[in-house]
């Protein structure tokens, strides 16, 4: 009886690490790794960026649905047009969206942020893309000089100017 118990618990303790297992195919086949940190959404995004416009086209490299593309603005950047282009539509594999977006830069450098987010596979998935325009003015450059430090543990950090 002690024999047959150690057994069914061996299998169950199999079958339950099995589970556990990602369904990712390419997760742990030879010479590959498993993916760190968040799936991004299989979409290529580009912005052609103007003085007050940017022409943003995505391409969606597997079928999506549920699609929502919002734009906005950093560092000053703010969006004049629609800042969610895109609601609750559905894409083919290898479908294009191209849209326009208006905005008012802000002074020196500033960004325009575009996130796409939907279900690629069934899998909640979103990617973001930011785009410059404008140049750095002489307090941005400064702000983003700081001095790079190495901690104890051999992590590389930033310090930054107040």
Known sequence: ?????????AVLFALSALAMIPRDSTAYTKGKTRPVGKRVAPVS????????????SITFNAAATDVEVRVN?????????????????SFASGQKKAFDVSYRA?????????????KFGGMKQSSVTSYSV????????????????????????KDMPE
């Open 1 to 9: 009886m002690h024999k047959i118990a150690s057994v069914v618990v």
């Open 45 to 56: 995004v580009n912005a052609e960026m103007g003085s007050s416009a940017a022409r943003v």
């Open 73 to 89: 603005g950093v560092d000053g950047l703010k969006v004049t047009s629609d800042a969610r282009p895109v609601a609750g539509q």
């Open 106 to 118: 802000g002074e020196g450098r500033s960004s325009l942020v575009v996130a796409v987010s939907g």
């Open 134 to 157: 404008g140049a750095p003015t002489a307090e941005q450059k400064r702000k983003a000089a700081g001095t790079t430090i190495t901690d104890s543990t051999g992590r590389r950090l």
